[in-house]
């Protein structure tokens, strides 16, 4: 996990991909779109002894997430976990290889197919229309969407309302780190790892729970699974992070766009196009912003040697810019076909829950559409500083119910 020999031939950007503060107050899209035309795999510096190949175009961000024998997810699958070992290697989905991860997924794929998860969604509408209910006037539209996850988690893994502010502060310690709403006084590495320990303790209280009173939700079918209560927790660990942290932030960026090009009753006239309208604010926020992988050998990424061990990391967001795949990709078009993003990744790891989060996003703009006319920002949208959480984490504005 450290960094190459110092090799002057090799390129080196000085983006600061790494700098939590780019996605808090600077440019991300600027900075990527000038590494996709001058350096898009360049070795990126972390300190003096660490550092990862930034990867930015769509082609070669593919390449890595579809090459599982050449790029590993078992040394830890974001920024935060250079120069850590990954405790959950081989025993998580995420941090597993073909075919034990096979092993891994499997059986939770097959709850979370679209046909499985429709069955939540009569659940997931009410408490939607109930979030909604008494929003409107002056409002801080990241606020009222910060319980969102609620909709499914509760459902899906047994999670109650009352837990989610802790849950939800544990969750932002554990991606977003660097922010100065969460961090702790002792710095950043000390939050990150408050933030896994209070999750942890909590989802190995709630496996214990749902051992003692089976619920047949996924808590129940990792419970099930040949493995170690550590190992059933850090799976819970990741449905929990993927869901919670990112899918806010979806209908955030999207709305925040929406308002500055002044086109919300665009979008919200066309019920018919609900879906292409999640998949475009899906490529729009991409909340996820990147994924690491280490090369297994000796290899290259878009023509540039790496060598083996060496993290490789893939930048989603600008992969969904990427102008080679997307015809005016800074723009967001409700219409746009066809709309292969990698919000959710690709290859053996694509998201395990995409099709509860589309599900999810597509009723959440449904209802949203059918309550409010319109939104005027009342303030400048504040952005969450991290390096893998990219989205908005207050958003002030004036809503106008119909």
């Known amino acids: 996990m450290s960094s190459p020999p110092c090799d002057h031939t090799r390129p080196r950007g000085g983006a600061g991909l790494a700098d939590p503060a780019l996605y808090d107050v600077g440019d991300p899209h600027a900075v990527w779109r000038a590494l996709r035309r001058r350096d898009p795999v360049g070795w990126q510096p972390v300190d003096d002894r660490s550092g990862f190949w930034a990867v930015t175009r769509y082609a ?22 250079i120069g850590r070992p990954e405790p959950a290697r081989d025993q998580q989905f995420a941090a597993s290889d073909p075919p034990r991860h096979g092993l891994i997924r499997g059986p939770l794929q097959r709850q979370m197919t679209g046909r499985a998860v429709a069955r939540h969604a009569p659940a997931i509408r009410s408490f939607v229309r109930e979030m909604l209910r008494p929003a409107g006037g002056d409002l801080d539209f990241a606020e009222l969407t910060s319980t969102l996850p609620l909709a499914f988690l509760g459902p899906l893994m047994g999670i109650r309302a009352a837990d989610w502010p802790d849950l939800a502060r544990w969750v932002s310690m554990s991606v977003a780190e660097h922010d100065p709403d969460v961090m702790v006084p002792d710095g950043p590495s000390a939050t990150l790892d408050r933030g896994h320990r209070e999750l942890f303790a909590y989802l190995l209280n709630l496996l214990f729970e749902h051992r003692r009173h089976p619920r047949g ?3 129940d079918l990792l419970g099930a699974m040949p493995l170690s209560p550590g190992a059933v927790v850090a799976n819970c660990y990741s ?13 955030r960026v999207a709305l925040a766009e929406l308002i500055r090009l002044g086109r919300y009753e665009e979008w919200a006239r066309q019920p018919q196009r609900i879906d292409r309208v999640v998949e475009e604010a899906l490529r729009f926020a991409t909340p996820a912003g990147h994924f690491m992988r280490l090369a297994t050998r000796d290899t290259s990424v878009g023509g540039v040697p790496v060598a083996a061990g060496e993290p490789v990391v893939v930048w989603l967001g600008s992969a969904n810019r990427d102008e080679a795949v997307f015809a005016d990709a800074d723009t967001v078009h ?11 990744g690709d290859g053996r790891h694509y998201c395990l829950g995409s099709a509860l989060a589309r599900m999810t996003l597509r ?5 949203l559409f059918a309550t409010f006319s319109s939104f005027e920002p009342a303030g400048e ?11 908005i984490k207050r958003m002030p504005v004036v809503g106008r119910r119909r």
């Not at 076909?337 to 990698?342: M, S």
């Not at 009723?363 to 209802?367: A, D, L, R």
């Open 60 to 81: 070669d961000v593919r390449a890595v997430l579809t090459d599982h024998a050449g790029f590993t997810s078992t040394g830890g699958v974001m920024l935060s976990m």
């Open 217 to 219: 939700d996924l808590v």
């Open 239 to 251: 449905v929990l992070l993927g869901g919670a942290a990112a899918i806010p932030h979806v209908p």
């Open 334 to 344: 409700p219409d746009r076909h066809p709309n292969r993003h990698l919000a959710f």
């Open 363 to 367: 009723i959440f703009f449904e209802e």
């Open 381 to 391: 949208p504040e952005r969450v500083r991290s390096a893998w959480l990219h989205g």
